[in-house]
DNA sequence: AAGATTCATCGTAAAAAAACGATTAAAGAA
DNA sequence: TTCTTTAATCGTTTTTTTACGATGAATCTT
């Protein structure tokens, strides 16, 4: 059994899960932290800066990269990565308006 | 190997992808969104809406209350659960301002 | 051309997450 | 008291995630 069953529920519900899980390590928001702290775009410093070795950064990035949140481009030998504030935007402005959409309905508490 | 270094971010780092954990499933976010719309508190409808079995669901809520984002209490011989909204919001004003604060430095694109 | 640097990918291992059925504990109804 | 309902927990299986070292491809440097 353990069949996934997450192509069942909606797809706004499917794309922010999605979104959250970008996020779901401490080490992807760090990056996003480093990324938007230098303005240019970085590769292995990252590597420099956490606590991961190579590989693992990497595998990191390429999630980030896979949800949408940050591009690479080849410069040379290296890697060059930044933030797409596109999607980033617009996955943040899809969960406000889910926070608020929430909240608007459930002012008082209940329990 | 595969030793987990979580505890090597900071607290906010480690708190912020928590909470993105909790809402890193779509049934989750399914659950929340029920919750809200609502307003009294429920149990066992949860299992009837979401296409997943009993003890799946219980296993979910349990997640959300691990991470504070949901409250449990029980009633007879049912569970009535309702959004915490003190967690809830705290966590999402974290995160906007998380937002808001990688955005500031980096306006213009790179890459 | 040879060596060094950079980083993605591969293979692998351990841990965590997702899912379910079965069981159990508690409370209500009979 | 016995039966039923409700939901948490247990045990298990499969999948995914996290992590690393090793390898390999691409690009620079010499």
Redo the contacts between chains.
Sequence with gaps: MAVH??E???QK??D???F???????????I??V???R???ICGEIVEIL??AQSTVSQHLKELKNAGLI???IDGPRS????N?KT??KF?NE??S??T???V??E????
């Design positions: 069953k997450k069942e529920f909606t519900e499917q922010m899960a999605a959250a899980k970008a996020l779901a390590h401490p080490a992807r928001i760090a996003l932290k990324l938007a702290q303005n240019e775009c606590p991961l591009d690479g481009t060059c990565y930044c933030i504030w980033f935007e943040y969960f406000s889910l926070f959409s929430l909240k309905k459930n008082k508490a209940c329990c």
